[in-house]
């Protein structure tokens, strides 16, 4: 096939972050498994790590995700110890999430991760900063409404 086929797989942004993130995403696994989490299940508790509590719709606008996979993420969390669930007193349809103490406990080893993941995928503290700012770019580009 001709390199400069435009519509060459390994030419294919999507194709490109489609692998990337299926990667990055396995690498966390063996990292996140002595805490008993999923890459999901990470990214809810460094939302709550960073303010707390959250409702289930603030915790879906911070990650980008609906209710309904939110949902069920949260009920895990829960039924490991880690968060708690309670009805907003002022607004009994809003569902509250906060960390336990062992949730916030969990937060010193996972403090360690951001390292263990720079050593795992062999990127310094300035590549990974501008990675981070290129897909900030990116999901701005691709999420802005015409």
Do not use: N
């Not at 603030?58 to 309670?86: F, N």
């Not at 050593?119 to 503290?125: K, N």
């Amino acid at each position: 096939m001709d390199a400069e086929d435009p519509l060459s797989l390994e030419r294919q942004v999507c194709f490109a972050l489609a692998v990337a993130s299926r990667s990055v995403i396995a690498a966390y696994r063996p990292v996140l498994e002595p805490l008993r989490l999923t890459h999901p299940q990470y990214l809810v508790m460094l939302a709550l790590w960073e303010s707390e509590p959250l409702s289930l719709r603030e915790v879906g606008a911070l990650l980008h995700l609906d209710a309904g996979t939110v949902s069920p993420l949260v009920k895990r969390l829960e039924s490991l110890g880690y968060i708690e669930r309670e009805r907003d007193p002022d607004d009994e349809r809003t569902l509250r999430i906060s960390l336990t103490p062992e949730g916030r406990a969990l937060r010193a080893q996972a403090e360690r991760i951001p390292a263990q993941m720079m050593a795992r995928l062999d990127l310094d503290a300035e590549e990974l900063a501008a990675l981070h700012a290129s897909m900030t770019k990116l999901i701005s580009a691709a999420t802005r409404r015409p």
